[in-house]
């Protein structure tokens, strides 16, 4: 099983900056990567997939980048709307893994 | 617009069984995989099993297999999760996904539906 490690485990921030997350698969995933945001008492919204795709209607603010087993999601400059736990997930071995989350909190 | 909506969730003592049902809307349910992806409390999420379009394949997390079982009724629109002898830590909201048209990214989701196994 690949195992999908995120960091931090929360990042806090402030509107308007820049949000780096990290995502390291134990073993290489090439760029089978998706990542999702997730608010409280909601279900996950796909973000990006394929490592650096964005999904229909995700703003430009967001971005993904890497390959093999380092994946970064990068949102430029945080909307408020943009707080929430953000999830890593590999589609190139069985079974499927998500990494354990990084939230993302207001500061 | 696609619409999923679980149902079927509850309370249960260990041991028991639930089945857990998705009413699919808004696009052909018979040409896309589908998914149950579950989370504990508090904790992340974790891929349950998969069903091919037609109902062919099927795989699940080695933790549940032999406990549950997913499948579809390409008819109703519909999929389902029975799970049998249900432990504590199968507690969660269990949340019906769609894939495609990339292979295994969950691009649609439904809001869960909350299992509970306690006595």
């Known amino acids: 099983e690949i195992v999908l490690t995120q960091s931090p485990a929360t990042l806090s921030l402030s509107p308007g900056e820049r949000a780096t997350l990290s995502c390291r698969a134990s073993?290489?995933?090439?760029?089978?990567l998706a990542w999702y945001q997730q608010k409280p008492g909601q279900a996950p919204r796909l973000l990006i997939y394929?490592?650096?795709n964005r999904a229909s209607g995700i703003p430009a603010r967001f971005s993904g980048s890497g390959s093999g087993t380092d994946f970064t999601l990068t949102i430029s400059s945080l909307e408020p709307e943009d707080f929430a736990v953000y999830y890593c997930?590999?589609?190139?071995?069985?079974?499927?893994?998500f990494g354990g989350g990084t939230k993302v909190e207001i500061k | 617009e696609v619409q999923l909506v679980e149902s079927g969730g509850g309370l249960v003592q260990p041991g028991g069984s639930l089945r857990l049902s998705c009413a699919a809307s808004?696009?052909?349910?018979?040409?896309?995989?589908m998914n149950w992806v579950r989370q504990a409390p508090g904790k992340g999420l974790e891929w349950v099993a998969n069903?091919?379009?037609?109902?062919?394949?099927?795989f699940h997390l080695d933790s549940v297999k032999g406990r549950f079982t997913i499948s579809r009724d390409n008819a109703k629109n519909s999929l389902y999760l029975q799970m049998n002898s249900l432990r504590a830590d199968d507690t969660a909201v269990y949340y019906c996904?769609?894939?495609?048209?990339?292979?295994?990214?969950?691009?649609?989701w439904g809001q869960g539906t909350l299992v509970t196994v306690s006595s």
């Open positions: 996904a769609r894939v495609g048209p990339t292979v295994n990214v969950f691009y649609y």
């Open positions: 808004g696009f052909t349910f018979s040409s896309y995989w």
């Open positions: 069903i091919k379009e037609d109902g062919s394949e099927k």
């Open positions: 073993q290489s995933v090439r760029t089978y």
């Open positions: 394929d490592a650096s």
């Open positions: 997930q590999q589609r190139s071995n069985w079974p499927l893994t």
